[in-house]
């Protein structure tokens, strides 16, 4: 199994890389500390498994990207907080399995065996809650289904602000005027109950699945 390990820690990695690198059915391609860095791994070398460390803060729309673009490398976070809502934003950021903060080496071990067969190895009481969100898509517990409230448009020019495009920018991108861009971004700030635009790029960026992953283009 080809690994690659994703920490901004250096020791952290490698740590695990040193580890992991012992076991005879693992073989620690590269440890790298950015995503940029991750994607030229997974571009020149055949990768199965990245292990990425999300105990330092990593930018969720970013992981949902690389997970759309090598759909066959199984994504595991390490050091994840086992609480149910963190399990479903970790599944709709892309990942395919985590280990738990308090895990120990062979439970990593089985977890990363397990994300590279297709398996998900969790408590009952989180497997119980990923069914419940299956059902009723609210990545946030004590939260509405903020995509559902939004407009396909909407959620267009959400996904736009998320990439830190100006009013000007997302109405030459999807042909618009400025002028029903900043309705929709108003309209977009009403629902998210959200006071500025900066909060709204943050939450998009934190929360991907709330805004589609494509634009359409019909409009072109």
């Known amino acids: 199994m080809n690994i690659v390990v994703l920490t901004s820690v250096r020791l952290l990695g490698d740590g695990l890389g040193s580890c992991l690198g012992r076991r005879p059915d693992m073989d620690v391609v590269a440890v790298v500390n950015d995503l940029a860095t991750l994607r030229h791994a997974l571009a020149s070398s055949r990768v199965e498994v990245v292990l990425v460390d999300v105990t330092q803060g990593i930018d969720f729309y970013d992981v949902r990207a690389i997970a759309a673009e090598w759909p066959d490398v199984a994504l595991v976070a390490l050091g994840l907080n086992e609480r149910r809502e963190e399990v479903v934003r970790c599944g709709r950021s892309g990942f395919v399995g985590y280990v738990a903060r308090d895990a120990s080496i062979d439970a990593l071990h089985r977890a990363l065996t397990a994300a590279a067969a297709g398996h998900l190895a969790c408590p009952p009481e989180i497997s119980g809650g990923l069914l419940r ?88």
């Open 133 to 220: 969100a299956l059902f009723r898509p609210d990545p946030l517990s004590d939260g509405p289904d903020l995509h559902a409230a939004l407009t396909a448009r909407e959620s267009e020019v959400l996904q736009l602000i998320g990439r830190g495009l100006s009013n000007k920018e997302i109405a030459s991108e999807l042909f618009l005027s400025v002028a029903t861009v900043k309705h929709h971004v108003h309209h977009i700030l009403e629902k998210l109950k959200l006071p500025r635009r900066a909060q709204a790029m943050r939450k998009v960026r934190e929360a991907p699945w709330i805004a589609p992953m494509s634009l359409r283009r019909s409009a072109r």
